[in-house]
């Protein structure tokens, strides 16, 4: 790892609490990562698979700018509702929300959940897809006034905060966009090493 920025990715998201999170551990791999608000890949393919909604959105961004770009989807999995919303998690948190999930929840003993998070990076002539996950389980209230989405209802295993009472720090301890980005960002600068573009 390197603290210079040697590496420009450009990370295709309107999500700028997405960016706050990635931004400082890109750092950590020498990466600035600037902002590059979706136009194309907005149109997400209908697919119940997060890996393959990253892979063609990172595609088409790359087709469209031919710039190295960053694409990161992630999604809410909640066992007792056989894994819902998953990846229809962005259409359910804008339709039925954090209360809608909490509703659909109630007397529902079995709290379990997961995110997981893709992170797929082009980088000619590099394409790194990578998926991490984090464990933990759905509150019955909402708690902390901190990041976005299902933040508030999240409790990551061995923590006793949810995503929202966290600062980034630490939600970037456990998350699973950290641990996804960590990975896609350390085979990056791997394969530029080994390649001699670094
Ligand atoms: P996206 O398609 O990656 O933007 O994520 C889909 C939806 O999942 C978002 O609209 C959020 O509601 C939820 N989500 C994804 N990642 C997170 C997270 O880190 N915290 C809370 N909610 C998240």
Redesign the pocket.
């Known amino acids: 790892m390197t603290n210079t920025c040697s590496i420009k990715l450009f990370f295709a998201t309107g999500?700028i609490h997405k960016l706050n999170e990635v931004k400082p551990i890109a750092e950590r791999y020498g990466i600035c990562l600037e902002q590059m608000i979706e136009s194309r890949a907005k149109v997400e393919i209908q697919s119940s698979d997060l890996i393959e909604i990253a892979r063609y959105a990172v595609l088409e961004n790359y087709k469209l700018f031919k710039k190295p770009v960053l694409v990161?989807?992630?999604?809410?999995f909640i066992e007792a509702l056989n894994g819902f919303p998953g990846p229809y998690?962005?259409y359910v948190?804008k339709t039925i929300g954090v209360n809608g999930i909490l509703k659909l929840m109630e007397g529902v003993d079995n709290r379990r959940a997961y995110?997981m998070s893709v992170a797929a990076i082009v980088y000619e002539p590099f394409f790194i897809i990578e998926t991490a996950r984090v464990e933990g389980v759905i509150t019955k209230e909402p708690r902390g006034s901190g990041?976005?989405?299902?933040?508030p209802i999240?409790v990551p295993r061995s923590s006793k905060k949810t995503?929202a009472e966290m600062s980034i720090d630490e939600k970037n301890m456990y998350?699973?966009?950290a641990k996804a980005v960590s990975k896609a960002f350390s085979k990056l600068v791997h394969l530029l090493k080994t390649y001699n573009t670094l």
């Open positions: 999500n990161e989807d992630a999604g809410l998690s962005s948190y995110f990041g976005f989405g299902f933040d999240f995503f998350s699973h966009r």
